[in-house]
């Protein structure tokens, strides 16, 4: 079984992505996974311009049977397992090209929604059996994220794929006003338990 993780570099002036440092591990070869799981972990910029475009390529050159595509959100206490998917880009701040796009449909006539393919409700109650902050959510906001996450699930119509978004709190290495946390050997657990759980 093949298995695609994408994460995304620091954006909005944190010099830390905690999913960088995740697709980092993954290179490294420092996640727990099941044997017969070969697992790639590809790293995307945080621009609307071409995210999509580079994790198409390694979809296409991969061919996976599962993408697990992660990102940070800022403020969230748990590891967030994304419900759905809105064609609509609404940015308060940023990209890291400076683009900002206001109220405006992804795909001009697409779907208004898709929804993730993970098994999200087997998947929350693993981590939690772990004894890790999980829960299932049903915005992934209207930024760089949810546009990644509409792009992927548009072009999965048609296929068996396995294919969703999980947004992920802050580190506690890089906490901000009591923001909520989250230690990265959680989050990387957490990668473990989610691939233990969709192979078994
Ligand atoms: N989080 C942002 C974009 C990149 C990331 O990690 C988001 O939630 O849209």
């Given amino acids: ?25 993954i290179q490294s070869q420092e996640v727990d996974h099941p044997e017969e799981i070969e697992l ?17 390529k390694q979809v296409d050159h991969f061919n996976p049977d599962v993408i697990l ?16 998917a809105l064609n609509l880009i ?12 206001e109220n405006a449909p992804i795909t001009i006539n697409g779907a208004a929604s898709y929804a993730s393919t993970l098994p999200l409700q ?13 829960k299932i959510s049903n915005s992934a906001g209207t930024f760089v994220c949810n546009y990644l996450f509409y792009k992927m699930m548009e072009d999965n ?3 068996q794929r396995l294919c969703g978004f999980i947004h992920v709190p802050l580190l506690t290495e890089q906490v901000e ?23 078994y």
């Fill in 1 to 25: 079984m093949r298995v695609l993780i994408s994460g995304f570099e620091a954006f909005d002036g944190r010099s830390i992505n905690p999913t960088q440092k995740l697709i980092e591990a």
């Fill in 40 to 56: 790639k972990g590809i790293l995307l910029p945080v621009r609307f311009l071409d995210s999509y475009d580079i994790l198409k």
């Fill in 69 to 84: 595509s992660f990102g940070l959100a800022a403020g969230r206490a748990s590891i967030e397992l994304e419900e759905v």
């Fill in 90 to 101: 609404n940015s308060t701040i940023p990209d890291n090209d400076g683009v900002i796009i």
């Fill in 122 to 134: 087997g998947i929350e109650g693993k981590l939690k059996e772990h004894g890790l902050p999980a």
């Fill in 157 to 159: 119509q048609t296929t």
């Fill in 177 to 199: 006003h009591n923001s909520p946390s989250i230690e990265f050997h959680e989050l990387k657990k957490g990668v473990t338990v989610i691939l233990n759980y969709i192979t």
